[in-house]
């Protein structure tokens, strides 16, 4: 029984009691003969009501007083257990962790706990009616005592279930907070998708078909309805994760649509760029076979060879160029943006590898002629290098860290066999030149690896 069955018996006491002040208010207002005449007939009732003096009312009144305390006890439980019936409903809506299937189960344990004591408050009302006419003291007084230790049970129970709420403090915390979370989330989800839709509609205005996007935001549609149909068919979390997806999806459709008009424009740029360019490269390309020609004549194979194949492949590559950018305006013109950002890229990378292997040619050239001219600027250039790391890695010291003098003892012995290999008759001067900036990049890593450990030592 609830706080509410049990308020019928509260309120047939409270009838009796207005019943008997009514009467006694009657026999007053009667003339005096009157009032004679109706005094029998007022205490008989057609029986005989038996009034108890002194201890025997003081009985009854005790054990109503037990019986409204027990009531109210009773009614302040029923009510702090509807309360967190909420609160556990409102965590289990949301969260499924091990910590709240405990409190669920804790609540289930409490509850039974509750209908023992509201039981047993329950049958000490029905099993006394402390308004009876006839009610004998002893009775009296037995209500009182089995309404006290019912009142007492539901207080103590009370104590469990306060005790057991304020432990659901961060639990339920949780809980209210992504319920907070719930209608915002899903209202700026609603609005992103229609956010995307304007924009969809905007740059169909334009003339452009954007059909991947239009394909992506209907996708969305089947996730609006579930949001529309509310965490309680697909639960708070759940509903929460759609919403953030959503949201996400639609935002990242949105601003594609807005930057579709630009990502156009700067398409044809590239499109105008690149034809440029291989058109230039195809120009350029047919200066490397005079820029081969001397190198054949002048310097030895091993000066040259490796650049042989350099005007075919410069060849092949402009015609794959040329072949990328038509592959690129037909999707532009049929508006299939990443195909055609695709080709472009492609075009770029096989236009870069031609001007570099084109350029290579003229640089080669250029560097063996300086170098057959004068060769001491490349050794004292070297030489200068390798001796700033020695100084450095001296500094302060008798003698340098084997693991600085060992690389750069070496590096002194190939510069030496580099320069002998140049007194030959036809001498290797690409050779000469690699040997030179390997012992220079060999001299620069010695000089970073001392300054990295001295500015690591000052630091500690």
């Not at 004998?136 to 009370?158: N, Y």
């Not at 592959?327 to 770029?348: F, G």
């Not at 070496?410 to 012992?439: C, I, K, M, N, S």
Request: contains cysteine.
């Amino acid at each position: 029984m609830t706080a509410t069955q049990a308020k019928p018996q509260a309120r047939a006491g409270a009838s009796s009691a207005v019943r008997d002040v009514r009467d006694v208010l009657v026999l007053m207002l009667l003339p005096v003969p009157l009032l004679v005449r109706a005094l029998p007939a007022a205490f008989a009732g057609g029986g005989t009501r038996r009034w108890f003096g002194g201890r025997g009312e003081g009985q009854r009144a005790e054990a109503q007083a037990a019986r409204d305390a027990a009531a109210e006890a009773f009614y302040e439980l029923d009510t702090a257990q509807r309360d967190l019936k909420i609160s556990i409903e409102t965590i289990t809506a949301v969260d499924s962790s091990p910590a709240a299937r405990k409190a669920v189960d804790d609540f289930a344990a409490l509850g039974r706990r509750i209908d023992e004591a509201s039981s047993a408050y329950i049958t000490a009302v029905d099993a006394h009616d402390l308004d009876r006419d006839d009610l004998e003291p002893s009775i009296a007084a037995q209500a009182r005592t089995q309404l006290t230790a019912a009142k007492d049970e539901l207080v103590r129970v009370k104590g469990e279930l306060d005790r057991f709420t304020a432990g659901l403090g961060s639990l339920l915390g949780s809980a209210e907070t992504q319920l907070a979370r719930l209608a915002p989330a899903v209202e700026r989800a609603r609005q992103a998708l229609l956010s995307a839709s304007n924009a969809l509609d905007t740059v169909r205005a334009s003339g452009l078909r954007a059909d991947d996007l239009a394909t992506r935001l209907a996708a969305l549609a089947p996730e609006l309805t579930k949001l529309n149909q509310g965490a309680g068919r697909h639960g708070v979390a759940e509903t929460l994760q759609r919403a953030d997806q959503v949201l996400r999806d639609a935002e990242a459709v949105r601003a594609e649509a807005a930057q579709l008009p630009e990502r156009a424009a700067e398409i044809d740029r590239r499109l105008v760029t690149l034809r440029t360019r291989a058109q230039a490269l195809t120009t350029r390309s047919a200066s490397v076979e005079p820029v081969l020609s001397e190198l054949r004549r002048r310097f030895s194979a091993a000066c040259w060879q490796d650049l042989q194949p350099v005007p075919e492949q410069a060849a092949v590559n402009v015609r794959q160029a040329e072949e990328k950018l038509k592959e690129a305006s037909k999707a532009r013109d049929e508006q299939r943006w990443a195909d055609a950002t695709s080709r472009l890229s492609t075009v770029r990378a096989l236009l870069n590898a031609t001007d570099e292997a084109v350029s290579a040619a003229g640089d080669r050239l250029h560097r063996l002629d300086d170098v057959a001219k004068d060769p001491q600027q490349e050794i004292q250039r070297t030489r200068f290098a390798i001796r700033d790391a020695q100084r450095l890695a001296m500094a302060g010291r008798n003698t340098p860290e084997p693991r600085h003098a060992r690389p750069l003892d070496d590096a002194v012995a190939r510069l030496d066999q580099a320069v002998t290999g140049l007194e030959g008759r036809h001498p290797d001067y690409w050779h000469f030149l690699t040997v030179t900036e390997g012992v220079r990049q060999t001299a620069s890593r010695v000089v970073s690896e001392i300054r990295e450990e001295r500015g690591a030592g000052a630091g500690a």
